[in-house]
T-cell receptor, first 112, second 115 residues
Framework: QKEVEQNSGPLSVPEGAIASLNCTYS??????FFWYRQYSGKSPELIMSIYSNGDKEDGRFTAQLNKASQYVSLLIRDSQPSDSATYLCAVYSGGGADGLTFGKGTHLIIQP | GAGVSQTPSNKVTEKGKYVELRCDPI?????LYWYRQSLGQGPEFLIYFQGTGAADDSGLPNDRFFAVRPEGSVSTLKIQRTERGDSAVYLC?????????????FGEGSRLTVL
């Protein structure tokens, strides 16, 4: 059973601070890693993808991957109230199972 | 169309009834996915189509669930003899090619309520 674990939160962060979201996964053979943002009542939208160890930056967002520790994180710098949402970690394992496995998501609240 | 379109947006039915949910993916996307999301949970994979064929249906919970994509575009998820536990938001997503590098574009979902 492939599992993706996230702290459900809520994680409360003051506006302008750095929000740090974490995710662990069970399948050591996992190949690709994604962060989706989901506003309440809306569908998930992709904000970051990462495929190799290290950091990947895109604007205020940085994804970090450590395959040895089976750990993925998302940092949001200069947090804005509009960043308040649920952040879903998703993992692709391949090997014939072509669907992404999602975590339960972390509910992030940015306090003005 | 511009995005993934799902109909109906809301469906209320009675236990034991048959339900069809429709998904129209982004034009040109060969990969189509169905997910189910319950309150407070992440999306749960149901089935993946590459073209017309179901490449991976390992997530379908039981034989009451079936999905088709006869012409490689629109897909229909069919649920027979609905149960209260089937209540959830059913999300459809498409991607250009599928596989590990494909970004998934989600529709707004079909909220199914089984009374």
């Amino acid at each position: 059973q492939k599992e993706v674990e996230q702290n459900s939160g809520p994680l409360s962060v003051p506006e302008g601070a750095i929000a740090s979201l974490n995710c662990t996964y069970s399948d050591r053979g996992s190949q690709s890693f994604f962060w989706y943002r989901q506003y309440s009542g809306k569908s998930p939208e992709l904000i970051m993808s990462i495929y190799s160890n290290g950091d990947k930056e895109d604007g205020r967002f940085t994804a970090q991957l450590n395959k040895a520790s089976q750990y993925v994180s998302l940092l949001i710098r200069d947090s804005q109230p509009s960043d308040s949402a649920t952040y879903l970690c998703a993992v692709y394992s391949g090997g014939g199972a072509d669907g992404l496995t999602f975590g339960k998501g972390t509910h992030l609240i940015i306090q003005p | 169309g511009a995005g993934v379109s799902q109909t109906p947006s809301n469906k209320v039915t009675e236990k034991g009834k048959y339900v069809e949910l429709r998904c129209d993916p982004i034009s040109g996307h060969t990969a189509l996915y169905w997910y189910r999301q319950s309150l407070g949970q992440g999306p749960e994979f149901l089935i993946y189509f590459q073209g017309t064929g179901a490449a991976d249906d390992s997530g379908l919970p039981n034989d009451r669930f079936f999905a088709v994509r006869p012409e490689g575009s629109v897909s229909t998820l069919k649920i027979q003899r609905t149960e209260r536990g089937d209540s959830a938001v059913y999300l459809c997503a498409s991607s250009l090619h599928g596989g590990s590098a494909g970004e998934l574009f989600f529709g707004e979902g079909s909220r199914l309520t089984v009374l």
